[in-house]
């Protein structure tokens, strides 16, 4: 049975992957922040090295995409520096890394599904300190896969999902971007498919790209929230320079998923987790 070492578990997809821990014939170990800093050296080659693992999944990162803006030195030192240290310490005892990264590496000029073989060009220092991560990784000759996935959403944590269901609490109406295009995807069913994969052992090493079929504005993507869970919300559109956030995003964002995922319609997955949430 492989053994799994999930580091940033408390984060939104590492309680998706502890809520289908049962369904699968792996050993997955949950490590938070406070069990495992990923930023500490010491502690991360320890772990590695006093238990035996097969995988080791990355959720931990710095996500606050606005605030990084301003706080280059930590989200530097989780999303690169601390990336750096998981792959060395993979590297060194031949641990498959897998990490999980962002649609943000990309600087969203494309007008169709940016490949992952497309050239990288981050337009915030969230997307660029994630891209350093990846080549970190690239460089460590560990066995890797990244993933990049965009727009994660679930019933957990904190999210773009959680956030439209709360604001339809106390709103009757709210403004969402509709120029920025890409996929929402739901952290549940990337999780699902990363256990199943890696059950099989047909997970693909090298940088891979996960993502439903289609493809939205945020706009929509709320829309579809609101109408799914039947909520009394009204969507109004806002452009990205009116909104005025402080990160710059790519306007597109959409990424054509790795051969190795099953594709499913992006509202099918949405709906798998509305009906989920009621259960
Ligand atoms: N959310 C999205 O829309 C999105 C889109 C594309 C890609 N991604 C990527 O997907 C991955 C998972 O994202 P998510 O949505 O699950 O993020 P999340 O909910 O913000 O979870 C990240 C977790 O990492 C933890 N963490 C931060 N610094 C750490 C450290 N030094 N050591 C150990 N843990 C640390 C955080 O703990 P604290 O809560 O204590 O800070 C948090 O529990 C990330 O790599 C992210 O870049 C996310």
């Not at 035996?52 to 520096?81: G, P, R």
């Amino acid at each position: 049975m492989s053994r799994i070492l999930i580091t940033g578990a408390n984060g939104q997809l590492g309680q998706c992957f502890k809520q289908i821990e049962e369904q699968f014939d792996l050993k997955l170990v949950f490590a938070s922040r406070e069990t495992l800093d990923i930023t500490d050296q010491e502690v991360v080659e320890q772990e590695l090295n006093t238990h035996q693992y097969d995988y080791l999944i990355n959720c931990a990162a710095y996500t606050a995409v606005d605030a990084a803006e301003e706080n280059e030195t930590a989200a530097s030192l989780i999303n690169e520096i601390a990336v750096g240290f998981i792959s060395k310490a993979c590297k060194k005892h031949s641990v498959h890394l897998v990490h999980i990264s962002t649609d943000f590496v990309f600087d969203g000029l494309k007008t169709s599904p940016y490949t992952a073989e497309d050239a990288t060009n981050p337009q915030s220092v969230y997307g660029s300190t994630k891209r350093a991560g990846e080549e970190r990784i690239e460089e460590s000759g560990a066995a890797y896969s990244v993933i990049r996935a965009s727009w994660l959403y679930s019933n957990v944590a904190n999210n773009f999902y959680k956030t439209i269901i709360r604001l339809a609490q106390t709103k009757d109406q709210i403004n969402v971007v509709n120029d920025q295009i890409g996929v929402p995807v739901s952290a549940h069913e990337l999780a699902k498919q990363l256990l199943q994969l890696i059950s099989n052992k047909k997970l693909p090493t090298g940088i891979l790209h996960f993502a439903h079929s289609g493809h939205c504005s945020w706009m929509e993507f709320a829309q579809k929230i609101v109408e799914y869970n039947k909520l009394d919300l009204r969507i109004e559109p806002i452009s990205t320079e009116a909104y005025g956030a402080a990160a710059k995003r790519p306007a597109y964002s959409v990424m054509k998923p790795s051969s190795c995922f099953e594709q499913i319609p992006w509202e099918k997955a949405l709906k798998d987790v509305v009906l989920a949430s009621k259960h």
